[in-house]
């Protein structure tokens, strides 16, 4: 299920993309159980069809279906390497005794992705959805209080992403533009086609799926800045037992399809450009660590990077605060960057704050002070000072 449009009048009408299963049938549910006229799509006709009169037969007379054929390959036609049956394997022997994480780690290794399935993926994933969108447009422009609801995917954070540049100008809600998404795009195309993909500093494994996403997850931000009228959001459902992940997953389509309604349900006037995870507002945070190069400094700089913070570490010695980026970047947390600093230095102070305003436009924690505390990573509403001795 890509994305929930949702129009509102008098009586608020919502089209589900991929309605006919999983997480997709179980929105139309519920938005249906909360008195939405709900328009169930699907590419296949007679599994659309089926999909609707299961849920008229359930007392919700006001889902009707159209079809609607976005693309294909919805996962990037990723494939097994030793295994071609694979697909054909109850889940339960594939899968008997691992855990989800377990799951994916072997789908990991054990599967790759042709550069035909790539580029098929994108368009699925990415254009397929966009088209829709753009399409539905002067509808949604319409209506009092249109709505789109994308689903993302925790596969599409940045964290994947190594080429730093990338990162930023993917994380650039004001600057970025649909016409250098799309170069960006095809520059992955043409990567994955070199073999560059990892040189590049793409995502490696699911590579199409994860830039598709991150791609999905810029464009909903980019939308929502050029029509602040449209509540445009994105919502991660979490990790679901679908098709998609084999019946993997740890959440029932009940549980992830919940999270997808309750964003597409919010109170007029609520958020736009925002990415929803675990059914809460994720936000883009940034956070400066002076000292990051040792000790709690650097410790602070994990902790906060495994919440998916964007950590800007800061050492006066660079070779030491070179060692340490490149350490908890070892360890996947690729959101940490590092920045020299001479905190006595009034021109080295001056330099970091240019690199922050150029790189990010913005700060919310700023962890520096000659005295040791504690640091709290559940809450970043406020600017939380966190302090301890800065490097020797």
């Not at 992830?256 to 450009?273: E, K």
């Amino acid at each position: 299920m890509e994305e929930t449009i949702f129009s509102s009048t008098h009586t608020r009408i919502a089209v589900v993309t991929g309605g006919n299963k999983g997480i997709g049938l179980e929105v139309c549910r519920q938005l249906a159980g909360n008195g939405a006229t709900v328009v169930l799509t699907a590419r296949d006709e007679a599994k659309g069809a089926a999909a609707v009169e299961k849920l008229h037969g359930l007392g919700l007379s006001s889902v009707i279906f159209h079809q609607l054929d976005v693309n294909n390959a919805a996962v990037g036609g990723i494939v097994p390497v030793d295994d071609p049956s694979f697909g054909l394997l109850p889940t339960e022997e594939k899968f008997s005794g691992m855990d989800g994480h377990q799951r994916i780690e072997w789908m990991w290794k054990n599967c790759r992705q042709t550069y035909d399935a790539a580029k098929a993926g994108l368009k699925t994933n990415y254009y397929g959805t966009k088209n829709v969108t753009e399409a539905l447009l002067p509808l949604l422009q319409s209506s009092s209080d249109g709505r789109i609801v994308n689903v993302a995917s925790s596969f599409g954070l940045l964290r994947f992403f190594t080429n730093e540049e990338l990162k930023r100008e993917l994380n650039d809600a004001d600057s970025l533009s649909e016409e250098r998404l799309d170069e960006l795009l095809g520059m992955f195309v043409r990567d994955f086609e070199a073999g560059a993909v990892a040189e590049r500093g793409w995502p490696t494994e699911f590579s199409a799926y994860k830039v598709a996403k991150a791609a999905m997850s810029a464009y909903a931000r980019i939308l929502a800045r050029k029509r602040p009228a449209l509540r445009v959001n994105c919502v991660d459902p979490g990790y679901v037992k679908t098709d998609l992940t084999r019946n993997s997953g740890l959440l029932t389509p009940e549980e992830g399809a919940s999270r997808v309604v309750a964003v597409a349900l919010l109170p007029a006037g609520g958020p736009t450009g925002a990415l929803f995870d675990g059914g809460k507002e994720a936000s883009f945070v940034v956070a400066v660590v002076t000292g990051g190069n040792k000790g709690i400094g650097l410790e602070v700089c994990r902790q906060l990077a495994a919440d998916s913070i964007t950590v800007v570490l800061t050492a006066r010695d660079e070779t030491r605060g070179v060692e340490a980026a490149e350490k908890l970047s070892g360890m996947g947390l690729s959101s940490v960057v590092f920045h020299q600093l001479e905190v006595t230095d009034s021109s080295s102070v001056a330099r970091l704050a240019d690199f922050l305003k150029t790189r990010f436009g913005k700060l919310d924690i700023l962890a520096s002070s000659p005295f040791p505390c504690s640091i709290d990573t559940t809450t970043t509403s406020s600017l939380p000072l966190v302090c301890f001795e800065p490097d020797q």
